[in-house]
């Protein structure tokens, strides 16, 4: 493996559909993005002829927080296009994904849009996003939540840290920095050949905010926290520790905008970029009830269920499934003590972002980057 490296696997959710049950704060996060969802496809050109229209639903994990999104995407499609073409929406993660838990919840769930529209169609593709994954212009709307600000990998370990934004490593901070400029490039100009002419992808990500704040930042110090108690009574060995990062980053808005600007993705144009502060429903839910335990504990499950099983897989080669459970234990049971000892509003900066696939896209990513830049 190369230093940095955790395994093939750069991101790993709770699997078993335990993303899909601890996946709230993400869910709200995501609401503020719907309008610009819908906005997208009442404007994207509808492609002549009879073939299937295709919504791709990038970095799906198991399907829970794209239920609502691909109903607005399909129903508003519906309605300009009547009834009888079919909606084709391909959901779209990492190989290792818990599709099984998509196509269940597909299957059953009455919010489904499957079972709400009669000529809407699921599929699925295990494989990169920063890679080519679709046909050339086959895709009419794209949507992709919470899941760009995860790289495609690691480039270097972080000595002093988890998450790279509380590294004090300026060498390892500048590491990720180009590791996160490269991929978003690749992310952008991938979609720039998968998107039909006029088609828009809405994308919703971590961000950090105009002061540089990543955020998060009582949830993952009680994750240091943890972690260097669970090393100190020697549950975890300090190489293990070592190893272990999670490989996400958030952008700035002028770091959103580089490659339109540099003419990297030349195929598309930023129509619109926001960054925003995402309601924190756990400090306002602890505001109304009081109740410090259950703070924490909701916090710790956000964390098992999107952070902690990448945190594991830095765990030595070879451990047994009952050590990773017992380490994904520890860790949520510590965060989730320290987070109840003193409950505080934790700061979610998130950029909601609008490309749109056209031939004129260099000067639009301007008339957008020079109306939105703070
Ligand atoms: C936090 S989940 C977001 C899931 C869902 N979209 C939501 O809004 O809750 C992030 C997802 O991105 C996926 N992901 C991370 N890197 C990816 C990549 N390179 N290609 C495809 N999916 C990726 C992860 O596997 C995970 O399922």
Sequence with gaps: MQEGEQSGRPAAMEGHGGYNSRSTVQAGGASAALPRLERAALDVPLPPGTSPIVVADYGASQGRNSLLPMAVAVQTLR???????????????????DFSALFELLNTDPQSYLTLDQDAFASA???SFYEQILPDDSVTLGWCAWSVQWLSR?????????????????RTRAAFATQAAQDWSDFLRHRGRELRPGGRLVIITMALTDDGDFGYRPVLGAMQDTLEEL????????EEASRMAIPTVGRTRAEFAAPFMSGECSDLALEHIEIFEAEDAIWRDFLKDGDATAFGA????FSRASVLPTLALGLSEGTSAERVRDFVERMETGMAERLAAGPARTLMPLA?????A????????????????P
Excluded at 154 to 170: K, L, M
Excluded at 231 to 238: N, S
Excluded at 352 to 356: E, R
């Design 352 to 356: 909601i972002i609008v490309v749109a």
């Design 125 to 127: 593709i295990g494989r």
């Design 231 to 238: 090393v100190a009574e020697g549950e975890v060995r300090r």
């Design 298 to 301: 909701r916090w710790a499950a």
């Design 79 to 97: 309605q300009r296009l009547g009834n009888g073409r079919a909606i084709s929406v391909i959901h779209t993660d990492l190989a290792g994904n």
């Design 154 to 170: 690691a480039p270097v370990a972080i000595p002093d840290h988890v998450q790279v934004a509380y590294s004090r490593d300026e």
């Design 358 to 373: 056209t031939d004129e896209a260099a000067s639009r990513s301007q008339a957008a980057w020079d109306v939105t830049k």
